[in-house]
């Protein structure tokens, strides 16, 4: 499959599953009709701040923490329903206090909400063929809002699992290298739940119990890992599950719509959600741009 393809269906794939899930948060468990959506399909904070880590790669041509941040002030609209402690974080940083900082003002230890994982995925691509900057970047990125390790950790297995897809890895191969990615038991302990939970017949029940469905990174990264290791070679399928488990479901189905639209390419995204989908020319070109960036530096 080709990059286009990929890159497109990563970030289409992060909107549209953040899109689909937004009117279903917070929700309990249990299946979702999909057939009562409003005709345009608008996305939340998790596309918005997407955007721009995107724009920040592409106009920096690589990272640059400080633009990121006063991109992603910048793009803030308050109505994309941000966790309560971006929100803090975002308007120090805009009134002139610098990032590392501000990131510390409101949780001593930094946020460990998933705010920085369901942003992550375009670092995954941009870094994709490129393991030595990967790490560092997704963890830099991560703390301009979210400095607790595991708010770090979680964007760390989403970038890691994206540049393992972007390279033609096998789903055995993606788990394989993601048991091996975090050093944080947490996350380790979770990731072998997973890895078991796929040799078995599980419900949502289960993988809410055992993995999450809330704003924490430790409860919401380990359950869209598992939804895209599941389902993730049928976009909606992938997408389906994910709202089934309720409570995170824009940010879960963003993360695990993410790595299952990198993984089938964009031709294979359900084509009546993409025509709904807010802004999908600008995230196309968005990708396209940063495929560019990717090939010619
Ligand atoms: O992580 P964040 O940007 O929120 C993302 C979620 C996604 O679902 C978005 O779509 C949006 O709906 O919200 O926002 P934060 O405020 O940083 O973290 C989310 C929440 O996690 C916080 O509001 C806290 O309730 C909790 N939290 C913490 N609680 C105690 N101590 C995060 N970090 C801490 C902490 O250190
Ligand atoms: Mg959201």
Not at 6 to 13: A, E, N
Not at 244 to 267: F, K, N, P, Q, W
Request: proline letters at 4%.
């Amino acid at each position: 499959m080709d990059l286009k393809s990929r890159f497109t269906g990563c970030l289409i794939g992060l909107a549209l599953g953040d899109a689909l899930g937004a009117p279903f948060e917070g929700s309990p468990s249990g299946k979702k009709s999909l057939q009562y959506l409003p005709p345009v399909l608008h996305y939340s904070d998790d596309t918005e701040m997407s955007i721009g880590v995107t724009e920040s790669l592409i106009a920096e041509k690589g990272f640059n923490p400080d633009d990121m941040a006063e991109r992603f002030y910048k793009n803030f609209n308050i109505r994309r329903g941000y966790g309560a402690g971006t929100i803090s974080v975002l308007r120090l940083i805009k009134k002139g206090m610098h990032w590392s900082e501000a990131n510390k003002k409101v949780f001593p230890q930094g946020s460990f909400g998933n705010g920085a994982a369901m942003r992550a995925a375009p670092i995954g691509l941009f870094y994709f063929n490129d393991s030595k900057n990967l790490k560092e970047v997704t963890y830099t990125a991560s703390s301009i809002t979210h400095d607790h390790p595991l708010a770090k950790e979680g964007a760390l297995l989403i970038t890691t699992a994206v540049s393992e897809i972007l390279q033609g890895r096998t789903k055995e191969e993606i788990l394989e290298s993601l048991l091996h990615t975090s050093e944080i038991k947490e996350y380790q302990e979770k990731l072998k739940t997973v890895e078991s939970f796929l040799q078995k017949d599980i419900t949502a029940e289960d993988v809410i119990s055992a993995l999450g469905n809330s704003v924490l990174a430790l409860e919401s990264v380990p359950s869209a890992i598992y939804a895209f290791l599941k389902y993730g070679e049928d976009y909606l399928k992938t997408v389906e599950f994910c709202l089934s488990l309720g409570g995170d479901t824009d940010t879960i189905s963003a993360m695990a719509g993410a790595l299952s639209g990198a993984y089938v390419g964009i031709e294979n995204l359900p084509e009546e959600f993409i025509e709904r989908l807010e802004d999908k020319d600008k995230l196309q070109g968005l990708s396209l741009e940063l495929l560019e960036r990717v090939i010619n530096p």
